[in-house]
């Protein structure tokens, strides 16, 4: 067979392949598209056929386009169920973080140390924390939690529940991605990050202590500080698991490593997504209510029980995946 | 040939699971740049429209809900504009859709929400180093990292896409323009037997030969006289015919 007659005996089928592709490009697909992988399959030896015989680029590219063409809608991925997402959010997650434990402490450390370093020094030389806060940081801290009038309701100045719900999103959640991001920066950005807020954390802990009511401060972060916490550390750990293929690939190549790393870090990127965006929404609409510190105390205790019990215990039942 | 040639073009040959080779071709910085600008403005100007509705908003209702709604939607831009469009049916942004790009997988399969995620939320450390304007406070991302592994890499990756396992390509495969001959040449055996590579390489000469100027034609099948045994018009139409041979005998 030569390649005219190879052209003209399989034309035909190649353009029903691209009508019947084109069909299935639209919203709704009108044709019936049951013999389509076996057009593909045949298709796909056509191009095989016309390479090797070397018809020409003109044959070649245009069996080339639609092979791909017709790759791309054997081969698409699945979509996500709601079944799904409970299973990750109930089992899978609080698993995958138990196993990281390694990483889990490298990053609380990270976060813990310097803002344990910060927040003491408050009692003995108020200077560091006066020079990381600034002027206008000190200010805002104190028009925030001073000692002025605790009966005030918080959000009388500082606008309507959902603009500050809103702010937190954009800022909170925007952090987390940040830290993960920096991962592929050999871990440096996830550690930056989450040094730079253990630091800033703590002076504003610290300045609190020193000059404003503590109580004011602490009742306000009670309830929502285990979920954004903890949410930035495994958003750490997201970039630690970037970071780590990247300086210590082991057996596999770097680019493999990252590869894996990434598909590795995912779970943990929208984990610390979700409990972020949950910190938000209590920051938002519960920490700022005029409800008495006592309440609130409670509750954000009972929060940190909770979430320290779900990433203990939660999917011990199920075999790991 | 025991030294293949080194390859001039951009393409990447992928196999597939159906044992067949297709051929993707890279998209370079430059274009993917040009995407990026296009890509740049159109979020500029929702953010505008955006900014402006919800100011009106506030402006009428005299609360800071518009303000809330606005940082939102700053937050879904900056961050999920690409991831969704680029999860999409079309794999690509508008911009990158623009200059008739899309991303991939190495397969050439379209891409998973996960890749999406990874590739775009690692543009924060590809847009590094971030150029300080004096004075004026603002931050310009340089895309620097991306640049640089882009060009360190065979199929133009930048941090992103090494991550997510990606590929950016240009929609459609490079077609070499050809014109079809009106007339039906009369068909010719080379005198002697040809390499696969040199078989191809006059076809695809015949193919493109419409394209090309009468002049040039000459020029190029000159080199060819050990195969013709002519030079000028006669050797074109000589190498014409063996092209037309091999078409119709192989």
Known sequence: MNRNTFEITNRPKWQEFSLLLDDQDKRSPTMDATHLPHLFRSVCNDLALAEHRRYGHQLCGELNELVIRGYKHMHSAPATSWAGMTYFLAVQFPQLVRKEWKLFWVCTLSFLIPYLILWISGRYEISWIQSILGASGMTSMSEMYGDTDTSVHLRAEYGSNFMMFCFYIWNNVRIDFQIFAGGILGGVGTIFFLVFNGIHIGASAGYVDYACSPEKFYSFVAGHSSFELIGMVIAGIAGMKMGMAVLHPGRLNRSDALIKGGKESLPFVYGAAFLTTLAAVIEGFWSAQPIAPSIKYTVGGAFWALLIAYFLFAGRRYRAT | ?250
């Not at chain 2, 955006?50 to 809330?68: H, K, N, P, R, Y």
């Not at chain 2, 939320?121 to 640089?148: C, E, K, N, Q």
């Not at chain 2, 060009?151 to 077609?175: C, E, H, I, S």
């Not at chain 2, 037997?193 to 030969?209: G, Q, T």
């Open chain 2, 1 to 250: 040939m025991p030294n293949p040639l080194p390859k001039l073009d951009t393409l990447q040959t992928v196999e597939l699971a159906e044992g067949v080779e297709i051929r993707l071709r890279m998209a370079g910085p430059l274009i993917r740049g040009y995407a990026f600008m296009i890509d740049l403005l159109i979020k500029g100007a929702i953010l505008m429209g955006v900014s402006m509705l919800f100011e009106m908003v506030s402006f009428i209702s005299a609360d800071t809900f518009g303000v809330g709604l606005m940082l939102l939607s700053w937050f879904f831009i900056s961050w999920f504009y690409h991831v969704l469009f680029e999860y999409g049916k079309k794999g690509a942004t508008p911009g990158k859709r623009a200059m008739k790009l899309r991303v991939v997988q190495p397969s050439g399969a379209s891409i998973t929400f996960g890749q999406a995620v990874i590739r775009n939320f690692m543009r924060f450390a590809d847009a590094f180093p971030s150029i300080m304007i004096p004075g004026g406070g603002m931050v310009i991302p340089s895309y620097g990292f991306a640049l640089t592994a882009c060009l360190l890499t065979k199929r133009f990756q930048r941090l992103g896409d090494l991550a997510a396992n990606t590929l950016v390509v240009y929609d459609r495969p490079y077609m070499p323009p050809g014109v079809p001959r009106e007339t039906k040449l009369k068909a010719l055996r080379p005198s002697v037997s040809l390499s696969k590579e040199e078989e191809s390489a006059l076809i695809n000469f015949d193919d493109r030969a419409g394209t090309w100027s009468q002049e040039r034609r000459v020029e190029l099948t000159d080199y060819l006289v050990s195969l013709t045994g002519a030079t000028g018009a006669t050797g074109m139409n000589k190498v014409a015919s063996m092209a037309q041979w091999l078409r119709e005998n192989r």
